[in-house]
T-cell receptor, first 114, second 112 residues
Framework: KAGVTQTPRYLIKTRGQQVTLSCSPI?????VSWYQQTPGQGLQFLFE???????NKGNFPGRFSGRQFSNSRSEMNVSTLELGDSALYLC?????????????FGEGSRLTVL | QQQVKQSPQSLIVQKGGISIINCAYE??????FPWYQQFPGKGPALLIA?????SEKKEGRFTISFNKSAKQFSLHIMDSQPGDSATYFC???????????FGTGTRLTVIP
């Protein structure tokens, strides 16, 4: 069974640009969550989607947005990039019916903002 | 505000020794406490988890101890091995919420 796939794995952008990251969950998983990982703040929850609906949102500015498609694939977008947005962005999938406990994480997309 | 506080930030243990990582939380609504292990270049992977109806859970060399009254929980790695060298994150959540609050991580190094 294929794991969570995130693309691109690495990308470099400049301040003011926007970026779109993609996540393909494990087959059959309907929930996709996004986390930002930085050395200083650790892992912080961005948002979670289930059946194309955002169910939960973390404490991030509106520049961070996401969506989920009917096949459960998800994208997140960051507009007007700032230097502080440099981070590893992790996508996690789960069955989503309840918090079974296990989030399956991808290997992440490492974003560098110059 | 960090909802889950984790210590130490880094830990060096000799092979065969016991590694202990501690976490504390404030939100008494939390009822699910997993530990995740992350190797360089990889995403975190669930290691072991506990719910507050038990005080201890053991899976192989990994044990979670949970103290509900103190709002603390810890991970013990017995007979630590070099292959255990990784970053460990504690986390907490509430049933019905599909987001985890993570600690800041502990980088464990096991010396051969």
């Amino acid at each position: 069974k294929a794991g969570v796939t995130q693309t691109p794995r690495y990308l470099i952008k400049t301040r003011g640009q926007q970026v779109t990251l993609s996540c393909s969950p494990i087959s059959g998983h309907r929930s996709v969550s996004w986390y930002q990982q930085t050395p200083g703040q650790g892992l912080q929850f961005l948002f979670e989607y289930f059946s194309e609906t955002q169910r939960n949102k973390g404490n991030f500015p509106g520049r961070f947005s996401g969506r989920q498609f009917s096949n459960s694939r998800s994208e997140m977008n960051v507009s007007t990039l700032e230097l502080g947005d440099s981070a590893l962005y992790l996508c996690a999938s789960s069955l989503g019916r309840t918090l079974s406990g296990e989030l399956f994480f991808g290997e992440g997309s490492r974003l560098t903002v110059l | 505000q960090q909802q889950v506080k984790q210590s130490p930030q880094s830990l060096i243990v000799q092979k065969g020794g016991i590694s202990i990582i501690n976490c504390a939380y404030e939100n008494t609504a939390f009822d699910y406490f997993p530990w995740y292990q992350q190797f360089p270049g990889k995403g975190p992977a669930l290691l072991i988890a506990i719910r507050p109806d038990v005080s201890e859970k053991k899976e192989g060399r990994f044990t979670i101890s949970f103290n509900k009254s103190a709002k603390q929980f810890s991970l013990h790695i017995m007979d630590s091995q070099p292959g255990d060298s990784a970053t460990y994150f504690c986390a907490a959540s509430t049933t019905g919420a599909n987001n985890l609050f993570f600690g800041t991580g502990t980088r464990l190094t096991v010396i051969p």
